[in-house]
């Protein structure tokens, strides 16, 4: 009976645990961005180029520009109906249509309270994911009704980064790595040893540190570190499994293969 057991428990283990992902090579390919964004399932490819933000599918391209707000901070096409670029200098963020028309902007600085915001993220339906600082907590804010739906307790340290799918949404601080659900409810907190970016993907966790990356599995506790063969990573994202490195004007994909 005991031999069963740690029989048992063994194929338990052998399932559960995992010291690396694999990232197979799939395709590498010359593309000069600023920043990549994200490319859809269809080959879409979302970036921005001399601070000029893109939409690329096959031979058709269409942009959008706001030069007046400056730089753009960050691009968010977890939505492609509902694009967000967020302008930090002005504190504004721009929501745009599939096909990067402007349907909505947000001047935080003409609303009450005021509000300094440094991150934001999609939300579900006319909502983002906003970080203020002066109040140094998460917020759910809902950019029609002009009004918070939900607010998370002060961040104790600084915050990094922030992403997010229309149930959950992570925040990476100095300190931790919280995982709040769409009421700005605690999920999670983890302890951040190091990372300093952060993809999300099917509620999976992708995490840079130093020039590795790291994948942490939806509703686990422990990283493991993707094998990429000492790759130099300048700027990665995630999607559906497929892990995209971008650097020196060359966009190379992999597909991660995990247990």
Do not use: C
Not at 61 to 79: M, P
Not at 200 to 226: A, M, Q
Request: proline share 2%.
């Amino acid at each position: 009976m005991k031999q069963v057991f740690l029989l048992l428990l063994f194929f338990k283990l052998s399932i559960y645990s995992q010291n690396s992902v694999d990232a197979f090579h799939v395709k590498t390919i010359s593309f000069k961005a600023d920043t990549i964004v994200s490319i859809d399932d269809f080959g879409t490819i979302y970036y921005v180029f001399n601070n000029v933000f893109y939409k690329k599918k096959g031979n058709q391209t269409i942009t959008y520009n706001n030069l007046q707000l400056g730089d753009v901070a960050s691009a968010n096409v977890f939505n492609p109906l509902k694009i967000n670029l967020f302008y930090k200098d002005f504190n504004t963020a721009i929501i745009l249509d599939n096909r990067l028309a402007e349907i909505f902007k947000i001047d935080f600085n003409t609303i009450q309270p005021y509000k300094n915001i440094t991150h934001i993220s999609s939300g579900f339906d006319n909502t983002l994911w906003v970080f203020n600082q002066d109040s140094q907590q998460l917020e759910l804010f809902n950019y029609k009704n002009n009004n918070t739906q939900a607010r998370t307790i002060p961040i104790q340290s600084k915050v990094i980064d922030l992403k997010s799918n229309y149930n959950s949404v992570w925040l990476l601080s100095e300190k931790y790595i919280y995982e709040y659900n769409y009421f700005g409810n605690l999920i999670s907190k983890t302890k951040n040893n190091g990372y300093t970016e952060l993809f999300e993907d099917n509620g999976n966790l992708v995490l840079k540190k130093g020039n590795s990356l790291y994948f942490l599995k939806k509703d686990r506790s422990e990283t493991i570190p993707i094998d990429l063969s000492n790759l130099l990573i300048n700027q990665f994202f995630v999607t559906n499994e497929t892990l995209y490195i971008y650097q020196n004007q060359k966009l190379q994909q992999f597909q991660l293969k995990i247990n």
